[in-house]
C-alpha cells in the first residue's frame, strides 16, 4: 500500500525567506500526488496537485513543488514566505481511482516576523 | 458556490454511544469520502462512496459504517464509541472516483 513521510515536523523561517517542505511516497505505480494546507479549526485546502506530466506543478498561493520519481519525492517550495503561510501542511498520495488517500503526518510551518 | 457542508460542527458524546455525522458534498460531486484527523496527525481514509456504492474503506473496525443518499448527501456512523474516536472528522467530495478532493471544515467529536 502507498504511504507518505513528511521528516519535518516543525518548521520555522522569517517572512520572506524561501520555504521547501519535504515529502517522500512510497507507492509501487505512477503516485497521484497532492499538497494541502490547513489552518487551525478549519478543513484541508488543495494547494496542489500532480499527476502526470510537467514534473513542476504550480498551485494556488504562489506554492509549487516538483516530482522526482528516482528520489520518491514531492517537495513543496515558495520563494517567499507570508505570514498568513503559517499553517499545517500535508502531503497526500493516492491510487488512480482515489479510493485510498493516504496523507502523511504534517509538517507545522511557523512565520516569524 | 457552496462548498462540502459538514454537520454538526462539534459533537460531545459519552462512550459506548452512537453517533451520526453529515456531509453534503459540493453540487454536481457524485463521490463523497471520510476521513478521521487525530490531533497532531494526518488525516485517515475510513471511506469513499461513489453513485450510492462503497468503493473503498480504510482499516477501521465495523463500529463504523456509512451509506449515501440518492442526492450524494453521505452519513458516517461510528456505534459503541470509545475514548480513541475523539477526532476531527472530514468529509471531501469529488466529481467522480479520480482525484481532485474538497474538503469540508470538519466535525470535531469529542468522546468522554
Known amino acids: 500500500a502507498q504511504s507518505v513521510t513528511q521528516p519535518d515536523i516543525h518548521i520555522t523561517v522569517s517572512e520572506g525567506a524561501s520555504l521547501e517542505l519535504r515529502c517522500n511516497y512510497s507507492?509501487?505505480?505512477?503516485?497521484?500526488l497532492f499538497w494541502y494546507v490547513q489552518s487551525p479549526g478549519q478543513g484541508l485546502q488543495l494547494l496542489l496537485k500532480y499527476f502526470s506530466g510537467d514534473t513542476l506543478v504550480q498551485g494556488i498561493k504562489g506554492f509549487e513543488a516538483e516530482f522526482k520519481r528516482s528520489q520518491s519525492s514531492f517537495n513543496l517550495r515558495k520563494p517567499s514566505v507570508h505570514w498568513s503561510d503559517a499553517a499545517e501542511y500535508f502531503c497526500a498520495v493516492a491510487t488512480y481511482n482515489n479510493n485510498d488517500m493516504r496523507f502523511g503526518a504534517g509538517t507545522r510551518l511557523t512565520v516569524k516576523p | 458556490d457552496a462548498g462540502v457542508t459538514q454537520s454538526p460542527t462539534h459533537l460531545i458524546k459519552t462512550r459506548g454511544q452512537h453517533v451520526t455525522l453529515r456531509c453534503s458534498p459540493i453540487?454536481?460531486?457524485?463521490?463523497v469520502s471520510w476521513y478521521q484527523q487525530v490531533l497532531g496527525q494526518g488525516p485517515q481514509f475510513i471511506f469513499q462512496?461513489?453513485?450510492?456504492?462503497?468503493?473503498g474503506r480504510g482499516n477501521f473496525p465495523d463500529r463504523f459504517s456509512a451509506r449515501q443518499f440518492p442526492n450524494y448527501s453521505s452519513e458516517l456512523n461510528v456505534n459503541a464509541l470509545l475514548l480513541g474516536d475523539s477526532a476531527l472528522y472530514l468529509c471531501?467530495?469529488?466529481?467522480?472516483?479520480?482525484?481532485?478532493?474538497?474538503f469540508g471544515p470538519g466535525t470535531r467529536l469529542t468522546v468522554t
Open positions: 507507492y509501487g505505480a505512477t503516485p497521484y
Open positions: 453540487s454536481g460531486h457524485k463521490s
Open positions: 462512496y461513489y453513485e450510492k456504492e462503497e468503493r
Open positions: 471531501a467530495s469529488s466529481s467522480g472516483t479520480g482525484l481532485e478532493q474538497y
